[in-house]
């Protein structure tokens, strides 16, 4: 069974999991503080793995620094079966 999440991209960098209940702050100029996410290279080192994307989009001005253009990314993960073991991570010792 396959899962399925919804990711925002930001042409600023940013990124925002749709899945998060936090509000998504991509525009360092006009908002100011708030979390700045980067929320699309996590899941991607988590194993998600992007099927579809909308084309880049925005508002086309830059009044007050937002010029910034948008994107809807779908990822999927397989879903481990119930009798199926966690895989674990070994992390590189230094």
């Not at 991209?9 to 749709?18: I, K, N, Q, T, Y």
């Not at 509000?23 to 099927?51: C, I």
């Not at 937002?66 to 879903?79: A, D, M």
Request: charged share 25%.
């Amino acid at each position: 069974m396959k899962r399925y999440r919804y990711v925002i991209v930001c042409s600023s960098g940013f990124s925002h999991d749709l899945a998060r209940e936090a509000a998504f702050y991509p525009f360092e100029s006009l908002l100011g503080g708030g979390e700045k996410t980067h929320d699309l290279a996590a899941l991607l080192q988590k194993g998600w793995h992007p099927v579809r994307e909308t084309p880049m989009g925005g508002n086309g001005s830059n009044h007050a620094g937002g010029g910034y253009s948008f994107s809807l990314v779908l990822l999927e993960k397989e879903k481990p079966e119930p009798d199926e073991p966690p895989v674990l991570e070994i992390a590189d010792q230094p």
